[in-house]
């Protein structure tokens, strides 16, 4: 999550100079995580990250801003409707009826986000692209999991001719590959 934070922040930094450009004309870049599960060990749902003297905290520049929200301690926590980043939060998580209108008369640009929204999942097109996008996210998750298991399957087999090299008998190579007798039998007569 770290290396993938810095590697977009470090695109959107470095994006900003066109050839020929001063490097004083470079602006403050500011990362935003906001993640559906606990990442960073500390209880606060909001954590702010920078440049900083190691030893004495100081801080080098403030062109650099890694923010990392985790939802999950955000719902834990009592919420307070005065402060704006805990509005735009709820606004996000869909809250019950009371609650979303009470945070759009305390924050005109709620009210307008939601009309937004509202508008845009009546376009079909916008809607077909949502679409998609999800469809997209659930085949690289699918992508991912089935290449750890295609992973975990190469390493028992590893493990599985390791085994029969030290002559372990079938028995004891599928208790500990929980693989098939017949695979397990292909891998030897492979070895032979």
């Known amino acids: 999550m770290v290396e993938r934070t810095l590697f977009y922040w470090s695109r959107l930094f470095n994006s900003q100079l066109k050839k020929g450009q001063n ?3 470079l602006k403050r870049t500011i990362t935003i995580n906001i993640l559906n599960f606990d990442y960073i060990d500390i ?8 440049l900083y003297e190691e030893e004495l905290k100081i801080k080098l520049t403030d062109l ?3 923010d990392f929200i985790e939802l999950p301690k955000f ?3 009592q919420k307070d409707l005065e ?3 805990q509005r735009w939060l709820l606004f996000l998580i869909k809250p019950n009826k009371e609650i ?3 945070i759009e008369m305390k924050d005109p640009t709620i009210k307008k986000a939601k009309t937004i929204l509202e508008f845009l999942e009546r376009d079909a097109e916008t809607v077909r692209l949502a679409e998609l996008r999800e469809k997209a996210i659930r085949d690289e998750i699918s992508r991912i999991e089935g290449a750890r298991e295609e992973g975990r399957e190469e390493g028992r087999i590893e ?3 390791k085994l029969l090299k030290m002559r372990m ?7 500990a590959t929980e693989l098939k007798k017949e695979e397990i039998e292909k891998i030897k007569s492979s070895m032979n």
């Open 169 to 175: 008998d079938i028995l004891t190579v599928i208790n």
């Open 159 to 161: 493990v599985a001719k």
């Open 43 to 50: 209880e606060k749902f909001h954590s702010t990250f920078g």
């Open 75 to 77: 719902l834990k926590q």
């Open 83 to 85: 402060d704006s980043l």
């Open 23 to 25: 490097y004083r004309n």
């Open 100 to 102: 979303l209108e009470e």
């Open 64 to 66: 650099m801003e890694l």
